[in-house]
């Protein structure tokens, strides 16, 4: 397998890592000369994890995107999801045709309220079959620092999943394979959100006994909503304790890498939305997220008073002590 990555932050890089340390060439497109002429000559991003060093042998960057997609068999969507369209518009139709998709985008993309896989259909006749996502419980810079990490590569079709999914094992990551592509990339969207709460919460300086029970509460409320979202009320054979989605959840909501626990954690201390993302500087998928999952509940109208609540706060000025006094009553 020949794999192409398409973006350039730190997710971006750790994958880059991880493939370039186990010996598989990569091609790489971003969007920036400079950092393109940065890695090939210092072998290491100078904006995001630049600490870590790659193996520049194996690595092919490129500004052309084009370029790119036609040189790989396996591409990596690591593009922030409120850009993904500007970056993938003016593609031709047939742009991904006989092409593996791997989404490691753990947003929803706000122009439609749309799932990547969804925007691919729609836009490039992308058939889900050949369509993939890659998940956590994981952060960038733990993986950067190849400190033990588990991945999940998710897809219907589970026997291509493991092919792509063995590219990436190293003795400090670990991978399991899911079926659920859809509920997966749900769950990475609400954890964010969450998370966004749970930074909230450790800004307003509650304590870990009401994190745990706050965080209990979320994962249940994430549960019903991505088994409504998928019209599936029982689902016995998906483990929702498991590593993609509950651990996902913890370790985005407790980590200090967390960029959404760090945006929630501005606000609750008093910055407002707008100054805490200038402070913040990074994209924190569950600003949007929280929008998007709000306009999306509008119809299936699942019970989630914590992300309405979360939702509120970012978005329509409710104070942060206001909307936790609310959830304290919530919780069971």
Request: hydrophobic share 40%; proline share 2%.
């Amino acid at each position: 397998m020949q794999f192409g990555i398409l973006g350039s932050g730190s997710w971006a890089t750790a994958l880059a890592k991880i493939l370039t340390d186990s010996g598989k060439n990569i091609n790489w497109w971003i969007r920036n000369e400079d950092t393109i002429n940065h890695i090939v000559q210092r072998r290491h991003n100078p904006h995001y994890l630049s600490s870590a060093y790659f193996n520049a042998s194996y690595l092919q960057p490129s500004n052309n995107i084009n370029f790119v997609i036609e040189q790989s068999d396996v591409l990596l969507m690591v593009i922030p999801s409120a850009y993904i369209h500007n970056a993938l518009s003016a593609l031709n139709k047939d742009a991904f045709k006989n092409k593996k998709i791997v989404s490691a985008v753990k947003g929803i993309l706000p122009e439609k309220n749309q799932l990547l896989h969804e925007y691919l259909e729609e836009n490039f006749d992308l058939d889900l079959k050949n369509y993939f996502t890659l998940l956590g419980p994981s952060h960038a810079e733990e993986v950067a620092a190849e400190k033990l990490s588990y991945l999940t590569f998710s897809g219907l079709d589970t026997n291509t999943a493991k092919q792509i999914a063995d590219n990436f094992k190293t003795e400090f990551i670990s991978t399991r394979i899911n079926p659920d592509v859809i509920g997966v990339q749900y769950a990475a969207i609400l954890k964010n959100i969450y998370a966004l709460g749970a930074g909230i919460a450790h800004g307003l300086e509650y304590g870990d006994n009401f994190l745990s029970v706050y965080i209990a509460n979320a994962a249940n409320e994430m549960v019903r909503f991505v088994r409504e979202v998928k019209h599936e009320a029982s689902d016995a054979d998906i483990n929702y304790a498991s590593s993609v989605y509950l651990g996902d959840l913890l370790v985005t909501c407790y980590s200090l890498y967390s960029r959404n626990r760090m945006l929630g954690n501005m606000i609750g201390k008093g910055y407002s939305v707008k100054a805490a993302q200038l402070e913040l500087g990074m994209i924190a998928e569950g600003y949007n997220a929280s929008k998007c999952v709000h306009k999306t509940n509008e119809d299936l109208k699942v019970s989630i008073p914590i992300a309405d609540v979360i939702y509120k706060i970012m978005w329509e000025g409710l104070s942060p002590s206001e909307g936790f006094n609310t959830i304290e009553n919530l919780l069971v």
